[in-house]
Every structure is written in C-alpha cells, then in structure tokens.
C-alpha cells in the first residue's frame, strides 16, 4: 500500500507562488505516474497536472505555463510548482499515484492523499 501525504499549502495572494509536496511512503513510487488534482467547494475533482515515470508531463489548459509538476525519486516525493496564482486556482489540492497509468485518467489513480488546501486571495 502507497501513502501519500501533501503539505505546502496555505494563503497566498494572487500572483504569488507556492511549492506542493507529496511524500510517498510504504512502497517506492519512481516507477509510478504520479499527479495532482484539486477540488473546489462545488466542483468536481479535476486532474491538473501528472508525470510518469519516464517525466513525460500533461497539464490542464487552466494551468499550463504556470505550474510545474516535478519528481525527485531519491527522495519517493512530487512536487507541484504553483507560480502566478489565481482566485481560481483556489481549492483543495490532492496528489494520487497509479503503477500502470499509460491508459488511466488521473481521477481513477489507485491512491490519494488527504488533500491541502490553497487559498488565493485577489
């Protein structure tokens, strides 16, 4: 079983930046995609951004050139790279890992962490 836990979050401004971090624990994850997905009150889960195992990346249009998703797999953690932040990017923020993503969306990764949560004040 992975664990995954998220932390980094907090209040910002818009246009201000925050780093995300998700550490993995139980199993190494070097082999696995790993993403990020956030969740608004009132709105669906939606994928943000994700990497496999061989960094190939995808990131949602609403993010794109703005976030940076990046993995340091000596240390089993992800990170999510949040600059030029928005009200909008306002929500809670979860990282999900999958062993066998190349045909799998994000939302239907194996494993979650608890979420954090990013608040953007205008």
């Known amino acids: 079983q992975v664990q995954l836990v998220e932390s980094g979050g907090g209040l910002v401004q818009a246009g201000g930046s925050l780093r995300l971090s998700c550490a993995a624990s139980?199993?190494?994850?070097?082999?696995?995609?790993m993403a990020w997905a956030r969740q608004a009150p009132g709105k669906e889960r939606e994928a943000v951004a994700a990497?496999?195992?061989?960094?190939?990346?995808y990131y949602a249009d609403s993010v794109k050139g703005r976030f940076t998703i990046s993995r340091d797999n000596a240390k089993n953690t992800v990170y999510l790279q949040m600059n030029s932040l928005k009200p909008e990017d306002t929500a809670v923020y979860y990282c999900?890992?999958?062993?066998?993503?190349?045909?799998?969306?994000?939302?239907?990764?194996?494993?979650w962490g608890q979420g954090t949560q990013v608040t953007v004040s205008s």
């Open positions: 999900a890992a999958e062993r066998s993503a190349g045909y799998t969306p994000v939302l239907d990764y194996d494993y």
């Open positions: 990497i496999s195992w061989s960094g190939n990346t």
């Open positions: 139980g199993r190494t994850v070097s082999s696995y995609s």
